[in-house]
């Protein structure tokens, strides 16, 4: 896939407008009404996702900065992305964004963006007379007290990620390569689907983010999160019951579950000593009564994108890589 969408970067350079936007164009986004006038000239990205998603749709010359980003940018957008200031790689402040002198702002989740955000609300941004953006996929969450994530009563699917292109493709006037976007992503996804349909086994998925120490409780993809969707397109699902969107959940309570398979992310961050890999597969490995998990046990311990977790364009591609060690596994 990654070959496909680096072609599909060059190609989207030389489509024409057939799908030209005419403004006023006014949109409605997770409860707000928006109008712009004209397609923005300095945005401002926060979380990765949302970054990505310009620059697939080749709006790094539109980008002011970005920020929030778990991970390093995709290999066949790093050239894209390295013309765009990066105001850092964790939270922005308000100020740090103000300074950048932008005309739209979106975000990739509402702990960037919203009325609990540590940054600013969207009247903050309104109040000065900028429209601002908040992913689709995040607003389909129920809102719980002490929780900056909410809980989902629905599988998360890819059409909100599509509505998302969508709508920054209409924003932009880049409608075109909107679409050939969406149309790759659903080639992919009908894809695994095909391969993995009629799984017998329905295995059961854990997929583990991090966790601030091995003492700690696992920081893991919820029943109706992006990682549920991933065990779904596998003919599986998720162990976890909790409709929570990012649960911690204790080793006792895993251990009731006993996965038929452990999905662990691999992050570029240093939050956190267990967002590596390698380390949560030492803990896995090591631990006295982790270790005995049917998964670990069979080597059912499959690294994927830590991004890829979260809803975004990189859960078809964390799919993808989950269902090729599968494969070599013997697990299809």
Known sequence: MRNTLALLAVAVGFMGSAFATTYPLTLKNCGYTMTFTHAPERAVALGQNTAEIMLLLGLQDKLAATAFWPTKVLPELAAQNAKVKL???????????????????AAQIPLLLGPDSKVAKREDFASLGINSYLSPGMCATKKNTGDIYGSREQLWNMDLLYQEIS??????????????????????EAALRKTFAGHQSNPSFLFWFSSASPSADAYVGGKNSASGFIANVLGGHNAITSATEWPTVSWESIIAANPDVIVVSSLDRNRWALDKAEEKIKFLQQDPAVSQLDAVKKGHIFVMDGQAMNPTIRTIRGAEQVAQQMEKSGLK
Do not use: C, W
Not at 87 to 105: G, H
Not at 167 to 188: C, P, S, T, W
């Open 167 to 188: 709508d920054m493709a209409a924003i932009f006037n880049v409608q075109a390569r909107g679409e050939q976007l969406i149309a790759d992503y659903k080639q992919h």
């Open 87 to 105: 105001l850092t790689v964790e939270i922005p402040t308000l100020e740090s964004i103000l300074a950048t002198n932008p005309d739209f702002v």
